[in-house]
């Protein structure tokens, strides 16, 4: 470090004399009302004093971080945070703020280097790629475990819970539109008019039939893989962004059907009192109608409204879990592969004998399953819905989930579900500034991950290891 | 020839909207055969080689496959009746492996077949096996040449339809893939229709050869009369090739 030491030293001196300069009059002198007196002021030298040397301390330390002598800036930073988060008395919290800070801030940026190569490597070489599958499938592991263990959570009230069950919505909805999107890269805007089938589906059977929830369930996925098969066959001739603005037609057709279509629908006034999910025939309720228990009685459990929540709950990660298992099992099929090469260039995919219509109308309709099925859990859930439930935004927000998960990432998906869905709710603090925070961290996702949280594509097969001999 | 040519094209003519860019096109190709066909830029070489494979359809005449006809069949459909094609560009899938390249290449064969192929392809081009889970895209040209080449193998067929293999790549490369092509028609039994802008290697390895000049077939005979003849010779020759 010899001959750059004398010019760093200057240039943080420098640094120091213009926060010097600056803060004698906004840190140095204090005015105070006396009562009687008037203003009269005080000086604050000392806290001046401990600022400047702070900004002196941490200029060096990034210079130095700068020029790759990490362990130098190690140092400073270190001795810098420690004074500022130790026990020694400052004359003011901010000042133990601002050393602390500043401290994290040269120890960052002194490791950052570091880090970026050693995860540039590490995703390079082999050893390195066979960690990151194995992590990422105990990750995925430890995810399924904490989320079947969260609602005994201390913490998991009812608006936790509550907050949850959206959140697997989406996440169920959004590894469906990952098959469409993300595998088969069918740009489908009209998603939510799949998710408005399956819910009223349910809602309809349900309440003019009688249907159990569990009937209907696989009878709503099959209406709504129907209605994708439907809308696909004439439409997905369409490339990119046609296809798009057909979907998006779409949806808006499904939705004011639902709308004027007073007989069926009852319109905008939607179905009420929808009865919810039951368990081997025991209701979720205070008292049960004729012929029927409740899940309190059958248990022998004191009645709570949680216990419908929690149910619930379990339903939405099953269906979302089981919605990725099969993702991920058509990932390694000949047809989940298909979906992979069309994305990747059709005409490619012709001159290799694949029919790119089928195959496309395959991804569209188990797409559209799987909306169905998570909108006819919807409807049980909230036992009323109505065609505002099923607006362009939805599709919107499932869209965005996808291609902030990074297309095609199953992992990238419950990340983004979790952000978007989860932010601004736990951004209500921030009242009318919510959506303004929102939009904020989705644009610094995509200035920093353009291609997605996870951006990365796993190969769906690998070869067994070599076999000797194979010359033939 | 006693039965009927694997390929025949019969007065094709294809037509681009208003433009025509095959005007009645008629060549052959028989069982066992490698052949040729040559020509400049946009004298539509891509064009016939498309139009066989059914995209763009032809306007006119026919394309038989073993004596059926096979002008109307969309392009999936003549792929699965045993003509592979290795397109213009190579167009491997550049974010799958090598490996999953091959495998798209299988779809339409019976998976016991599988490692089979495999073997035979890997043996063919042995770059291919060492590189066997890099990405596609991350392949040099000339082994993505032999990635698309060996992708089409792995659909087992009878006719291999190759759009400018040499396209864009080194001399010493370009004779590698020609080797290639000569072993896959000697050793494999595939007949092989090969649309070349690189005459000398082209006419070297083809049993015969036609010149097509704007959409219409102008010479044809054997690969090495065609290469001694006076007008291909200033033609596509000029500024000597060994």
């Given at each position: 470090m010899g001959p750059r030491l004398p010019s760093m030293l200057k240039d943080a001196g420098l640094t120091a004399f213009v926060a010097a300069a600056l803060g004698i009059f906004i840190v140095g002198f204090?005015?105070?009302?006396?009562?009687?007196?008037?203003?009269?002021?005080?000086?604050?030298?000392?806290?001046?004093?401990?600022?400047?040397?702070?900004?002196?301390?941490?200029?060096?330390?990034?210079?130095?971080?700068?020029?790759?002598?990490?362990?130098?800036?190690?140092?400073?930073?270190?001795?810098?945070?420690?004074?500022?988060?130790?026990?020694?008395?400052?004359?003011?919290?901010?000042?133990?703020?601002?050393?602390?800070?500043?401290?994290?801030l040269i120890i960052g940026r002194a490791l950052w280097p570091w880090a970026r190569q050693r995860m540039s490597t590490a995703q390079h070489s082999r050893r390195g790629l066979l960690l990151g599958r194995a992590g990422a499938k105990w990750f995925g592991w430890i995810l399924i475990a904490g989320a079947v263990a969260l609602p005994f959570a201390p913490f998991a009230d009812q608006k936790t819970m509550d907050l949850s069950v959206l959140i697997l919505t989406y996440i169920m909805l959004g590894w469906g539109l990952n098959i469409v999107v993300g595998l088969a890269g069918l740009?489908?805007?009209?998603?939510?008019?799949?998710?408005?089938?399956?819910?009223y589906t349910y809602a309809l059977l349900s309440t003019e039939l009688g249907l159990g929830f569990w009937i209907i369930l696989p009878l709503a996925g099959m209406m709504a893989a129907s209605f994708g098969i439907l809308l696909g066959f004439p439409v997905l001739r369409l490339r990119g962004d046609y296809l798009a603005i057909v979907t998006l037609g779409f949806g808006e057709i499904i939705r004011l059907v639902l709308i004027n279509w007073v007989d069926l629908t009852h319109g905008p006034d939607g179905i009420r009192s929808i009865p919810g999910p039951t368990l081997f025939g025991a209701v979720f309720a205070e008292t049960a109608p004729a012929g029927h228990q409740t899940f309190s009685e059958m248990m022998g459990l004191p009645f709570s409204a949680n216990q419908r929540l929690i149910f619930l709950y379990y339903i939405i990660l099953v269906l979302a879990l089981a919605t990725n298992l099969f993702t991920q099992r058509l990932r390694r099929l000949p047809v989940g592969r298909a979906w992979e090469a069309l994305r990747e260039d059709e005409t490619a995919c012709r001159a290799?004998?694949?029919?790119?219509?089928?195959?496309?109308?395959?991804?569209?309709?188990?797409?559209?399953?799987?909306?169905?099925?998570?909108?006819?859990?919807?409807?049980?859930?909230?036992?009323?819905?109505?065609?505002?439930?099923?607006?362009?935004?939805?599709?919107?927000?499932?869209?965005?989930?996808?291609?902030?998960?990074?297309?095609?990432?199953?992992?990238?998906?419950?990340?983004?579900?979790?952000?978007?869905?989860?932010?601004?709710?736990?951004?209500?603090?921030?009242?009318?500034?919510?959506?303004?925070?929102?939009?904020?961290?989705?644009?610094?996702?995509?200035?920093?991950?353009?291609?997605?949280?996870?951006?990365?594509?796993?190969?769906?097969?690998?070869?067994?290891?070599?076999?000797?001999?194979?010359?033939? | 020839m006693p039965d009927a040519p694997i390929l025949a094209v019969r007065g094709v003519m294809t037509f681009y909207g208003a433009i025509q860019a095959l005007h009645g096109v008629d060549l052959?190709?028989?069982?066992?055969?490698?052949?040729?066909?040559?020509?400049?830029?946009?004298?539509?070489?891509?064009?016939?080689?498309?139009?066989?494979?059914?995209?763009?359809?032809?306007?006119?005449?026919?394309?038989?496959?073993?004596?059926?006809?096979?002008?109307?069949?969309?392009?999936?459909?003549?792929?699965?009746?045993?003509?592979?094609?290795?397109?213009e560009g190579r167009r491997i899938f550049s974010h799958m492996s090598v490996f999953e390249n091959l495998q798209m290449g299988a779809t339409i064969v019976d998976p016991a077949h599988f490692h089979h192929d495999l073997d035979r392809v890997f043996a063919m081009f042995p770059r291919l096996a060492e590189r066997r889970d890099q990405r596609g895209g991350t392949l040099s040209g000339g082994e993505q040449q032999m990635l698309a080449i060996g992708r089409a193998l792995m659909s087992r067929p009878r006719l291999l339809l190759l759009d400018e293999p040499s396209l864009g790549l080194a001399p010493l490369v370009v004779k590698q893939i020609f080797e290639a092509i000569g072993r896959i028609a000697r050793e494999e039994g595939v007949t092989i229709f090969l649309v070349e802008q690189n005459a000398y290697h082209a006419l070297r390895l083809a049993d015969r050869g036609y010149v097509l000049v704007n959409g219409r077939v102008r010479l044809s005979g054997p690969g090495k009369e065609l290469l001694a003849n006076a007008e291909v010779r200033s033609a596509y020759l000029e500024g000597g090739h060994a």
């Open positions: 204090r005015t105070y009302d006396v009562s009687g007196k008037g203003l009269t002021f005080d000086y604050q030298f000392t806290d001046l004093a401990i600022a400047v040397a702070t900004i002196f301390v941490g200029r060096l330390g990034l210079l130095l971080a700068a020029e790759g002598l990490r362990w130098p800036a190690l140092v400073l930073g270190a001795v810098l945070g420690g004074i500022g988060a130790g026990p020694l008395a400052l004359p003011s919290d901010f000042l133990h703020w601002f050393m602390a800070l500043g401290g994290l740009l489908d805007l009209g998603y939510v008019a799949f998710y408005a089938v399956g819910a290799l004998g694949i029919n790119p219509t089928s195959t496309k109308l395959t991804a569209f309709a188990i797409g559209a399953m799987f909306a169905g099925i998570a909108g006819s859990f919807f409807a049980a859930k909230q036992r009323f819905i109505s065609p505002e439930s099923f607006v362009f935004i939805e599709s919107a927000i499932i869209l965005a989930i996808v291609v902030l998960g990074g297309m095609g990432s199953q992992i990238g998906v419950v990340l983004a579900s979790v952000l978007l869905i989860g932010l601004p709710e736990w951004f209500r603090e921030l009242g009318s500034y919510r959506m303004l925070a929102f939009g904020l961290a989705m644009v610094l996702i995509m200035v920093f991950r353009p291609r997605g949280l996870i951006s990365h594509r796993e190969p769906s097969l690998r070869l067994h290891p070599v076999r000797p001999g194979g010359d033939g | 052959e190709v028989a069982r066992g055969e490698i052949v040729t066909m040559i020509g400049a830029n946009g004298a539509g070489k891509s064009t016939l080689l498309m139009t066989i494979c059914g995209n763009p359809r032809a306007r006119a005449g026919a394309v038989l496959l073993d004596g059926e006809d096979i002008t109307g069949l969309p392009t999936y459909k003549i792929v699965q009746r045993g003509v592979a094609q290795v397109p």
